[in-house]
């Protein structure tokens, strides 16, 4: 029986969080947590899926597009397996439409260029979603560091951007759509102040580029805490994402903020390997719990 493997990247925000939806740039950086989907030939009529939870409106909005694009699609069992919980906020969502869709072209022999299954799959995702600057899409299938603009206006990897890292959960899920949308009314309710908060942060991103590409994480570290006080300023941050970032500041962080759209799910850490295991102690010890993950990783790509 005919079988098709594909994984995809989760991600983390660094800079740029909200900002991007306006239009302004972000850099993300895609983790080595992936989400495999899988295909299998199958007798019977139809697409079955077999998959973790009740959720499958990303799967359903994909396979409508996919549908779109090549016709028909019947006889196949569908399988995703995620090496990271869909409460945590690294970006399954996006990367279970991607790896879905990228399966599915492979398993047809259909040709999809990256810019093509990053349209594909930011549609499906804005077509469950409603909001989104597609930031986690593309993360998902370049994977990398990238320099991004809303709706793929730009997509430029970063050289040479592994961060030291460190990430604590908050234990909290968060609901994107929902935190999205207060800030939108935020920025109807006050659009001078909230405008003048996004354009510092896309002088940030700005600002940050050289230092990342040369590893002066001192800096790198520094632009952090500022994009955290905007984010604090906007009113996307918790009572415990503060807790975690100031344990990990105390304990040694070079930097820390939180990543993504905030009210809860992580926190991200820059540290030194001498501050590593402090910084980590000291998010536990303040209730949170660390994901080992590694940025930088591969984008989309087969595995069987
Ligand atoms: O909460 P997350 O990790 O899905 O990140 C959302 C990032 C935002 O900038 C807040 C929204 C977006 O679509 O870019």
């Known amino acids: 029986m005919k079988t098709v493997v594909v994984s995809s990247p989760g991600k983390l925000l660094l800079f740029g969080d909200h900002a991007v939806v306006y239009g302004y740039p972000c850099i993300v950086t895609a983790v080595d947590q992936r989400m495999m989907v899988t295909i299998t030939e199958s007798e019977k009529d139809g697409v079955m899926y077999d998959v973790l939870g009740s959720d499958t409106r990303f799967l359903d909005a994909a396979l409508h597009i996919a549908q779109s694009l090549w016709g028909n699609i019947s006889h196949i069992a569908v399988q995703t397996k995620s090496q990271f919980s869909e409460k945590i906020g690294l970006g399954s969502s996006a990367a279970v439409t991607v790896s879905f869709l990228f399966v599915l072209s492979k398993y047809l022999s259909k040709p ?17 979603q409603g909001v989104g600057s597609g930031v986690d899409v593309a993360a998902s299938v370049y994977g990398g560091t990238i320099r991004y603009v809303m709706g793929g206006k730009e997509i430029m990897p970063i050289d040479g951007s592994v961060l030291p890292l460190v990430v604590g959960y908050t234990g909290i899920k968060a609901d994107t759509a929902t935190i ?3 800030v939108k009314k935020k920025y109807e309710d006050n659009p001078e102040k909230v405008k003048r908060i996004f354009e510092a942060m896309g002088g940030l991103v700005d600002q940050v580029m050289p230092r990342l590409v040369d590893k002066d994480w001192e800096r790198v570290g520094k632009f952090m805490d500022f994009n955290q006080e905007y984010l604090r300023d906007l009113g996307v941050s918790s009572e415990k994402l503060e807790s975690l970032i100031l344990a990990a500041k105390h304990a040694g962080a070079l930097g820390a903020k939180l990543s993504g759209a905030g009210g809860g799910d992580c926190m991200i850490a820059l540290v030194t390997n001498d501050t590593r295991k402090f910084v980590e102690s000291a998010i536990e010890k303040a209730g949170g719990q660390i994901m080992h993950v590694k940025p930088n990783a591969k984008g989309v790509r087969v595995e069987v």
């Open 180 to 182: 999205v949308n207060d």
């Open 112 to 128: 999809l260029k990256p810019i093509g299954l990053f349209n594909a799959a930011y549609k499906a995702v804005l077509d469950v």
